[in-house]
């Protein structure tokens, strides 16, 4: 009899923590399936879509965001330079290329996962498609780096881990048919203060 | 040894059954999000700013700073929802998501016909009636079908700096929801 008891409650204790922990992990990120990833930069295109994998909703209902809609925009997160190391706001980093076709786009730097404020007037710690210098043949490069720095500026904090977040609006890059290379920025590491 | 053999396959059944079980029921369950968020923080068909110069939700900390974040909630027993907004010049885009947080239209000022937003959701018997006998107030609405009763309209505007801010403000001042019977 208690050996019966037993055998119930460990077959019902591992169904218990197996489930809930696995779901609990499960649901605690953007799943990896489904994910778009150009040059290391990700998006999720399926949340904004008619039929979600519900690995992204119950991500959605768990963190309590509000995601962009398929017609809305696609936004892109990158936490890694082009070497695979983290991004560090101790860092110079240079962000160079084009992105998809897009009626605009936002870049603004992510701290734990919500935008930077600026620290002061001035410092910009977001910029969008029309803010931006670009080259003759509309190519851009922007540098990351805790100082001022000539042509285009963004400020990701004096230091610590950082990640970029680039959102594509008005973008049919979701919709991709796969016949022309997309391309996303590359994002180089310059240099480090205190190396 | 079989019998701690079988336990521990039914409890593996178990705990998958377990975790299909909560992800599929998240939505439903979950006290967190957007929706319960929304809920608690505006009134029925009453534009309430989302961004950081409004109230202060855990779901606005994730938003586009670059952007001015207006939500409409909107119940369709009390009639059609309708959201009207004026051609601002500027991107805007708009995304309707029901009580369980799942996206029921978007759309961006390109896609609809005129410049100004003119929105409807209605629930499939509603969009019947209307079909049978169009209204002329809705004759340039674009028409959302919700199979749910309850959801909210999110309306994103370009607002990358406070130069803009007028052009915006304007703009929030004028959204107008509103619920229509049949």
């Known amino acids: 009899m208690i050996r019966d008891l037993s055998t119930f409650l460990y077959g019902v204790a591992l169904a218990l923590v197996l489930g809930i922990g696995s779901a609990t992990?499960?649901?605690?990120?953007?799943?990896?399936?489904?994910?778009?990833?150009?040059?290391?930069?990700?998006?999720?295109?399926?949340?904004?879509?008619?039929?979600?994998?519900?690995?992204?909703?119950?991500?959605?209902?768990r963190s309590g965001g509000l995601p962009l809609a398929a017609a809305e925009g696609l936004a892109f997160v990158r936490r890694i330079d082009d070497d695979g190391e983290t991004l560090n706001a101790r860092c110079t980093y240079?962000?160079?290329?084009?992105?998809?076709?897009?009626?605009?786009?936002?870049?603004?730097?992510?701290?734990?996962?919500?935008?930077?404020?600026?620290?002061?007037e001035g410092v910009p710690v977001a910029l969008h498609s029309g803010s931006i210098l670009r080259f003759r043949d509309g190519d851009f490069d922007i540098r990351i780096a805790p100082l001022p720095q000539p042509r285009n500026w963004l400020f990701a904090g004096a230091s610590g881990p950082f990640a970029l977040a680039l959102s594509l609006y008005d973008t049919a890059i979701g919709s991709d048919t796969g016949l022309a290379d997309l391309r996303m920025p590359a994002v180089r590491k310059l240099g480090c203060v205190n190396d | 040894?079989?019998?701690?053999?079988?336990?521990?396959?039914?409890?593996?059944?178990?705990?998958?059954?377990?975790?299909?079980?909560?992800?599929?029921?998240?939505?439903?369950?979950?006290?967190?999000?957007?929706?319960?968020?929304?809920?608690?923080?505006?009134?029925l068909n009453d534009p309430v700013r989302l961004d950081r110069y409004g109230v202060d939700l855990v779901a606005a900390r994730t938003l586009d700073p670059m952007f001015g974040v207006i939500a409409c909630r909107y119940d369709l027993d009390n009639g059609v929802f309708s959201m009207t907004a004026p051609a601002?010049?500027?991107?805007?885009?708009?995304?309707?998501?029901?009580?369980?947080?799942?996206?029921?239209?978007?759309?961006?000022?390109?896609?609809?016909?005129?410049?100004n937003l003119s929105l409807v959701v209605a629930a499939p018997l509603q969009i019947r009636v209307m079909q049978e006998a169009p209204r002329e107030v809705f004759a340039d609405s674009v028409m959302v079908e919700a199979k749910r009763d309850q959801g909210f309209a999110v309306l994103r505007i370009f607002r990358p700096d406070e130069t803009y801010d007028p052009v915006v403000a304007d703009f929030i001042e004028r959204i107008d929801c509103s619920s229509t019977e049949l």
Do not use: C, K
């Open chain 1, 25 to 61: 992990w499960a649901t605690g990120n953007l799943p990896f399936l489904g994910t778009l990833a150009i040059n290391d930069w990700h998006a999720n295109p399926a949340i904004g879509t008619n039929n979600p994998d519900p690995y992204s909703q119950a991500y959605f209902s």
């Open chain 1, 94 to 120: 240079v962000i160079e290329g084009d992105t998809p076709g897009a009626r605009l786009w936002t870049l603004y730097v992510l701290r734990d996962d919500a935008p930077l404020a600026s620290p002061r």
């Open chain 2, 1 to 43: 040894m079989i019998r701690f053999v079988y336990t521990s396959f039914v409890g593996l059944v178990g705990a998958a059954l377990v975790h299909v079980a909560i992800v599929l029921l998240l939505p439903q369950l979950s006290e967190n999000d957007v929706w319960r968020q929304i809920e608690a923080n505006s009134a």
């Open chain 2, 88 to 115: 601002s010049g500027d991107f805007w885009s708009v995304a309707v998501f029901d009580d369980l947080g799942h996206i029921v239209f978007s759309a961006n000022d390109r896609i609809v016909a005129s410049e």
